[in-house]
């Protein structure tokens, strides 16, 4: 499995901006669709975003469409989350995480959403937003 550490938590105020990174190795990087997950205390783990293997394609829930952008670095083994806007209800515990699968729909390449699909994950990283 591939080894994922995620970065660039901590505590901001109403508005501000955050990204996360999370370095992967261990494995082919291009090899995995990525994802980012979020868990709030007592919450279930949710689906944020995901980007396919090339980059290519993202999706993102409609909690964060629009206000956040999933991005990946295959030369630095890297995804990203930039989130903007951000609100007191965004905070959580965010993990990323990384799929081998992709699903084709209509002949196009989606990365996954479900946890299920997801079969590495790092640590997490605290993310904090003050009202």
């Known amino acids: 499995q591939v080894q994922l550490e995620e970065s660039g938590g901590g505590l901001v105020q109403t508005g501000a901006s955050l990204r996360l990174s999370c370095a992967a190795s261990g494995r082919t990087f291009s090899n995995y669709a990525m994802g980012w997950f979020r868990q709030a205390p007592g919450k279930e783990r949710e689906f944020v975003a995901a980007?396919?293997?090339?980059?290519?394609?993202?999706v993102y829930a409609d909690s964060m469409k629009g206000r956040c952008t999933i991005s990946r670095d295959n030369g630095k083994n890297t995804v990203y989350l930039q989130m903007n806007s951000l609100k007191p209800d965004d905070t959580a515990v965010y993990y990323c995480?990384?799929?081998?699968?992709?699903?084709?729909?209509?002949?196009?390449?989606?990365?996954?959403?479900?946890?299920?699909?997801?079969?590495?994950w790092g640590q997490g990283t605290q993310v904090t937003v003050s009202s």
């Open positions: 995480a990384a799929a081998v699968r992709e699903y084709d729909r209509g002949g196009l390449l989606y990365p996954p959403q479900n946890m299920a699909d997801f079969g590495s």
């Open positions: 980007v396919t293997k090339n980059g290519g394609r993202t």
